[in-house]
């Protein structure tokens, strides 16, 4: 994917992200995560219903990475059972790492490939993703 077509995509997530927008449902569970370095900041609600991600909201204040590849993370993730979520997020967190890893099962997180050639924003692109893991394994 060239560079343009990854920053038209980055740019259309940071600004119509999905299912930005807290229910507050007690029927989801919440995760907040935040950026030690920076002002990025998200609650995360998941909903986990007969082992399937039903649904995945988020709120908060962030810049275009972690905006963007939390809600490329919360459209692929919805609808999924929950090994097939964790795969996805083990994948993508291996991909930020460098190691060996599924691209298959990744599609548009994989504009994310060349994020370490930006050390500061490796932790943008993790946040989100790493919330709706930590979720999924409570």
Do not use: W
């Not at 560079?3 to 569970?29: A, M, Q, T, V, W």
């Not at 998941?46 to 939390?70: M, P, Q, Y």
Request: one cysteine or more; proline letters at 1%.
């Amino acid at each position: 994917m060239d560079n343009e077509l990854k920053r038209e995509l980055i740019l259309d997530h940071f600004n119509n992200p999905i299912n930005k927008g807290l229910l507050n449902d007690s029927s989801y569970i919440k995760e907040d995560k935040s950026n030690a370095s920076c002002i990025d900041h998200f609650t995360i609600e998941l909903k986990l219903e007969d082992n399937i991600v039903k649904d995945i909201r988020f709120d908060g204040e962030a810049c275009a990475i972690a905006t963007s590849s939390l809600s490329i993370a919360i459209s692929k993730i919805i609808g999924k059972k929950k090994e097939e979520a964790l795969n996805i997020i083990e994948n993508y967190n291996r991909m930020i790492a460098h190691e060996e890893y599924d691209s298959s099962v990744l599609e548009e997180l994989n504009i994310y490939e060349d994020i370490s050639k930006q050390p500061a924003r490796v932790n943008c692109a993790l946040l989100g993703i790493n919330g709706i893991n930590d979720l999924l394994k409570k």
